[in-house]
């Protein structure tokens, strides 16, 4: 009796295990592939059967990558433009938000109901007027016109919002009571309060900003201008007779957000789950 | 509350209003004024070419005669049975990480990897896998399932099935997040109770399990459905901005885009861009209509 129960036990634990091994090849399967095929020497990359594993190991891909194509270049586009990003997102965000939760001042309910009603309201031409209003700015084919657009989201304005409310009067009060001004309230008192929303409004915003294509396409006409998603796409339909570089330089575009990912797991699943059922 | 302002309370409004200020007139630049204007936008000629005019519903007319718009509008539809997929397949990985084993938390890590890294990544990697010498073919021949390489990219009736695999595949890990917090929302003593009631195994998966994650069923299908209509990058990456081969791939966010920054025909790309969002408009008020009936009424 006892030993069949613990025979079961391990047996649906040998299952179980099999189901998660299988699955996280399924999930995974398609980057270790691009990985071992930028790791191949040119003879194996189109071998068939395909060499699962590659062997003899070559990273030459990984040197040469940064010959045949700018990719410091896109490296730094892409740091850049995220940077810029999300600097302007959490500067702007919050110093919108803040008086929005605690500072009553007229029209703030207009306010926040007009910012509220965009996420409901169809922007079916979002895309379309934003170019148009890009150019008449004369910030086309600058990244200050890729990153402006979505400088402020209204998501992450309501977000900190919340965040703002539910800070306690008495933090308020003990800082007006010493003297404080608006600005050192805000700075010194409330907003090292709400880091962990600021936490999710910076990881957001970095994924958003780090992986997006369509938009620096539309907006930048230098290539060399490209951030590396932009790039990666504009260069595998021209080096596609040549795939490794590609896999090898797609790889190393995704070497950054995999690592923040790894390093902030539990902010990035509790941010990127909690903000949809909040 | 107009009637008399006290010093202090004036220099706080004033104080706000500075605060706001950045954050409003980018706002009002970037997200009010396109929604406003995207709407009478639709109804010119707005274009490269032409000088602008007020063409009343020209656009909407041309739109109904366009065949590639009907073709694009079909894709989407048809894009849509993803979401069903994707709801089956994340509850059941929901299910297969919420356990105790050893290391099931690196499992969960493991699956969410897809959802951070870029779509154009991940359309690459797939492209490579779904080549005619590639390893989806080596694997189905291997198993027997075929027995000649297929072309999934260049085969219209593979083309769309394979985008969709990838969009369902990027997604999953992040349904999957949700549906595990649903089910850890569920309390255990509500399960056991059931249990010594002399409910069996499937009982309680049926009368309790499923109803209290319904909630959570329909957010995950609102926000697939969205995902769906709108899909592009996947699509974009593997197939170009037409939609290849032969339209097979032209969904409706393709063809809009093809419209507006290839033809830069801004005023009728504004009009599908109209038409699709309305066409979004119903399905969310439909699945609205569907929560209130449904499961939400368990919390109410």
């Known amino acids: 009796m006892n030993n069949a129960a613990s025979l079961r036990k391990i047996a649906s634990g040998i299952i179980l295990y099999a189901l998660l091994v299988l699955t996280a090849l399924l999930c995974l399967g398609p980057f270790l592939w691009l990985l071992s095929t930028s790791l191949k020497v040119n003879a194996n990359v189109y071998k068939f059967p395909p060499q699962l594993i590659p062997w003899p190991l070559n990273f030459k891909n990984f040197s040469d990558v940064f010959h ?92 900190l919002r919340q965040a703002f409310i539910t800070i306690p009067n008495d933090m308020e009060y003990s800082g007006r009571i010493d003297g404080a001004g608006e600005f050192r309230i805000f700075w010194n008192i409330m907003v090292p309060m709400v880091r962990p929303a600021i936490a999710t409004v910076v990881i957001f915003d970095f994924m958003a900003f780090w992986n997006s294509m369509i938009w620096p396409i539309i907006i930048l006409d230098d290539k060399e201008k490209y951030p590396l998603a932009a790039a990666l796409q504009y260069l595998q339909g021209n080096l596609s007779y040549n795939f490794p570089y590609i896999a090898a330089g797609t790889i190393i575009s995704v070497i950054p957000i995999i690592v923040i990912f790894l390093v902030l797991q539990k902010q990035f699943i509790n941010g990127m789950v909690g903000a949809v059922k909040g | 509350m107009a009637a008399k302002w006290s010093k202090q309370q004036r220099s706080r409004a004033r104080f706000a209003y500075l605060m706001i200020a950045p954050g409003v007139l980018l706002l009002i630049v970037f997200t009010f004024y396109p929604i406003l204007y995207g709407l009478p936008l639709a109804f010119t000629n707005y274009s490269a070419l032409d000088t602008t005019k007020w063409i009343g519903m020209k656009n909407f007319q041309r739109a109904f005669n366009d065949p590639d718009f009907y073709v694009a509008l079909k894709n989407s539809l048809i894009y849509v049975i993803v979401v069903p997929i994707i709801q089956i397949i994340a509850i059941l990985m929901a299910v297969l990480v919420n356990t105790k084993l050893k ?9 969410f990897i897809p959802v951070v890294t870029s779509m154009v990544a991940a359309a690459i990697a797939w ?101 769906a209509i709108r899909v592009f990058d996947e699509i974009f990456v593997m197939h170009g901005p037409k939609g290849d081969p032969i339209n097979s ?18 005023g009728y790309a504004a009009a599908i861009g109209l038409v699709v969002a309305l066409i979004i408009l119903v399905f969310s008020l439909f699945m609205f209509r569907y929560t209130r009936k449904g499961g939400l009424t368990y919390y109410e």
């Open chain 2, 249 to 266: 791939t032209l969904v409706a966010s393709v063809y809009t885009y093809k419209v507006a920054f290839q033809d830069f025909d801004f």
């Open chain 1, 68 to 159: 045949i194509m700018p990719l410091w270049t896109y490296i730094k586009n892409t740091v850049l433009m995220t940077g810029m990003g999300v600097l302007l997102n959490v500067i702007i965000c919050t110093m919108t938000a803040y008086p929005l939760a605690r500072i009553a001042f007229p029209a703030r309910n207009f306010v926040f109901y007009a910012i509220v009603s965009t996420m409901i309201l169809p922007n079916a031409a979002g895309m379309i007027v934003n170019f148009i209003i890009i150019q008449k700015l004369h910030l086309y084919n600058t990244i200050l016109g890729i990153v402006l657009p979505s400088a402020v989201s209204v998501f992450n304005v309501f977000l």
């Open chain 2, 127 to 227: 492209k490579w896998m779904y080549e005619e010498q590639g390893i989806i073919n080596y694997i189905l021949r291997s198993l027997g399932l075929t027995h000649h390489d297929i072309a999934f990219m260049v085969e219209p009736k593979y083309a769309l099935a394979g985008v969709m695999l990838v969009t369902i595949w990027k997604g999953l890990g992040y349904y999957m997040m949700i549906y595990l917090a649903g089910l850890q929302s569920i309390p255990s003593e509500l399960q056991e109770a059931a249990r010594i009631d002399g409910a069996n195994r499937l009982q309680v998966i049926r009368l309790i399990t499923i109803p209290l994650l319904m909630p959570f069923v329909l957010l995950c299908s609102l926000l697939s459905v969205m995902g």
């Open chain 2, 103 to 111: 290391f099931v938390g690196l499992f969960r890590v493991a699956f």
